[in-house]
């Protein structure tokens, strides 16, 4: 039996498991100069560097000291068993050149924190850019020093998941604006090298000049204009701004007025068509987009109280939905912006729900040349940058790809309109009995969901596929736990009398 797949799902739940502790005990236990609190990290991030952190062979008869030392409520991850299963891993990746230009900046690497209380004050972001952050959009600033609300957060729970979305109810930077500009110009002189972008958001004409000035004057690289916020407490603000083209177009000249810098206009992703205010903003005098800013959203009810949190003296408001439950949604957006001829070459900044390197893959190969992220910094910190950057380089040198340049973009010839889809051929579902553990989710699905085009062999544990009713949906293949179902090859429809027709 191929045991692969059980030993990558093992070490992926232990991964996940793992609490990943401030200060790493199974780490600082380690007798081996291992690593196993990175390796561990890695693995959770999809990130093949794991080797680096680890070699498998000298805790081979080791007495596991690292998993005494584990602070885990329930059992202790088991690292050594992890550890066997990246035996065979035997990548060796060298750091690739991640460097890039965006809107004519240099960037040590296309990874900016986005604007949000992960870069409100001097020292989170300078902790930040020296942990190997190519640059921060500071928090939003403005005249306006908003008054904010207590809790203001909630998260969305899914089955063991605790964190698939995240609400918030936070508005622009809650430090007066000089403190603000005072962060943005001693960053500027104690980190020449890397990018400070100043996201800013007026509330009339004179304002967006101002802020522009003012934030060209403290020494900032990049101007973003926040036209997305979706919970400004007064109107005229945020996304009621972002969701209107002219008055995008026209608070981008506003800016345009204030500044020479380039400027980024954030569009707001709660409205049909992006590119309308995306082309509006580059009228305007805007040189790129970024995208997106959260999704108004509601979640989360106390269903006695019928309360939804976060809760303010039981009452909330419409939030910013972000994390990892609305990348496709900012994947999507990220698509009409790039393939919009009127926005051909308009350099873009991607984010919405990016956790780890493959994720910030897809906004790039969707058209993105730089990538911010919020988050996955709130529920792990500023460290996910350094598997950000391992799993990028490994990629690049195991595609052989010399430059970021040649990735963006390179996936939207894939992304077509519905109608041209091609709709005489089917793909079968293959059962693989051996990897097949009889847990009957196939079955169920396709029973209840799909074309009752699967049989459950009791006595057996096994699926049994009827091909002629077979739809080639492949329900059955996302819900099974052990990926134990494949795809046949493609074949035209007319013809399919599948060969696996009552075949276990
Ligand atoms: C707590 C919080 C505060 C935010 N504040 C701002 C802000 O001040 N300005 C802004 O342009 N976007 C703000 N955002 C939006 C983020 O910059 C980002 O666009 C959005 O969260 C999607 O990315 P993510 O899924 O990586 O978080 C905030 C998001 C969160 C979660």
């Not at 199974?26 to 680096?52: G, H, I, Y």
């Not at 091909?467 to 429809?493: F, Q, Y």
Request: proline share 4%; hydrophobic share 35%; charged share 20%.
């Amino acid at each position: 039996m191929d045991t692969f797949i059980f030993k990558n799902k093992f070490s992926q739940n232990e991964a996940n498991r793992c609490l990943l502790c401030i200060d790493a005990p199974c780490t600082k236990a380690c007798q081996k100069s291992n690593d196993p609190a990175k390796m561990l990290f890695s693995l959770r991030f999809e990130n093949n560097k794991v080797k680096n952190y680890f070699d498998p062979f000298s805790c081979k008869n080791c007495d596991a000291k690292c998993e005494k030392a584990c602070v885990h409520y329930d059992f202790p991850i088991r690292i050594k068993e992890t550890a066997a299963t990246i035996e065979n891993c035997d990548l060796t990746p060298k750091e690739a050149d991640l460097s890039c230009t965006f809107m004519n900046v240099k960037c040590e690497n296309p990874f900016f924190l986005s604007s949000s209380v992960v870069a409100s004050n001097y020292e989170m972001c300078s902790n930040a850019l020296k942990m190997g952050w190519a640059g921060i959009v500071f928090k939003t600033i403005g005249f306006l020093q908003p008054k904010e609300v207590s809790p203001r957060f909630a998260a969305m729970k899914k089955e063991s998941t605790p964190f698939v979305g995240f609400r918030n109810l936070e508005q622009i930077a809650e430090h007066e604006l000089s403190e603000n500009l005072k962060f943005i110009s001693d960053l500027k002189k104690d980190f020449p090298n890397k990018v400070i972008v100043s996201s800013i958001m007026g509330q009339n004409d004179q304002e967006w000049t101002d802020l522009a000035r003012l934030s060209q004057e403290a020494g900032a690289d990049i101007i973003e204009c926040n036209f997305s916020c979706p919970h400004m407490s007064g109107n005229g603000l945020g996304s009621d701004v972002g969701q209107d083209a002219q008055l995008v177009k026209h608070y981008c000249e506003c800016t345009r007025k204030g500044t020479t810098l380039p400027i980024l206009a954030k569009m707001t992703p709660n409205i049909g068509h992006i590119e309308i205010p995306a082309i509006a903003a580059i009228e305007g005098g805007a040189d790129g987009i970024a995208a997106i800013n959260t999704i108004k959203s509601l979640s989360s009810f106390d269903i006695k109280s019928m309360t939804s949190k976060p809760s303010i003296k039981g009452k909330t408001s419409i939030s910013g939905y972000s994390g990892k439950a609305i990348k496709p949604i900012a994947l999507r957006f990220i698509n009409d912006l790039s393939s919009c001829k009127e926005l051909k070459n308009v350099p873009l900044s991607g984010m919405g729900g990016i956790e780890n390197w493959k994720d910030a893959l897809e906004f790039i190969a969707l058209g993105c040349s730089n990538i911010q992220i919020t988050t996955s910094v709130m529920q792990y910190g500023y460290r996910i940058i350094d598997d950000l950057k391992a799993g990028l380089s490994t990629y690049m040198n195991e595609q052989q790809i010399n430059s970021l340049s040649d990735m963006v973009s390179i996936a939207n010839q894939n992304i077509v309109s519905s109608t041209d889809l091609d709709r005489d051929t089917i793909v079968y579902p293959i059962f693989n009995s051996d990897k097949c553990v009889g847990c009957g989710r196939c079955y169920i699905s396709c029973n209840d969901a799909g074309h009752q085009a699967i049989k459950f062999h009791l006595r057996k544990r096994k699926p049994i596929l009827l091909g002629s009713k077979c739809v080639g949906c492949h329900l059955c293949k996302l819900v099974c736990p052990v990926d134990a179902i494949t795809s046949s090859k493609r074949i035209s429809k007319p013809n399919a009398t599948f060969a696996q027709e009552e075949i276990v």
